[in-house]
């Protein structure tokens, strides 16, 4: 069974940095994608940035220039550098994977999530 695991999540003020992990585990034979969404408190959940084969990387218009995804595909891994943070930038941060890999005896290509870290910004 495929699980992501983030990590990197917490507390920090507004215009410094935090940087986020996320590593995929179990039977991968190939890995798509990866990336982050963000939902905040009453609004709807969001793509953050993603990085995958066949579309490359993509940010939010609110985060270009202040934050960095990269991934790791040996390792199934991707992180999310954030620099400049901001209040609006408080959220819950959700791993995003886009994998193939065994499930129930057959090989399948599924989007899987995270269970989601906080990230908080104090003014």
């Known amino acids: 069974q495929v699980q992501l695991v983030e990590s990197g999540g917490g507390l920090v003020q507004a215009g410094g940095s935090l940087r986020l992990s996320c590593a995929a585990s179990g039977n991968i034979l190939t890995n798509n994608g990866m990336g982050w969404y963000r939902q905040a408190p009453g609004k709807q959940r969001e793509l953050v940035a993603q990085?995958?084969?066949?579309?490359?990387?993509n940010y939010a218009d609110s985060v270009k220039g202040r934050f960095t995804i990269s991934r790791d595909v040996g390792k199934n891994t991707v992180y999310l550098q954030m620099n400049g943070v901001k209040p609006e930038d408080t959220a819950v941060y959700y791993c995003?994977?886009?994998?193939?890999?065994?499930?129930?005896?057959?090989?399948?290509?599924?989007?899987?999530w995270g269970q989601g870290t906080q990230v908080t910004v104090s003014s």
């Open positions: 990085e995958s084969n066949e579309s490359n990387t």
């Open positions: 995003w994977a886009d994998l193939v890999g065994w499930k129930d005896h057959e090989i399948t290509r599924n989007i899987y």
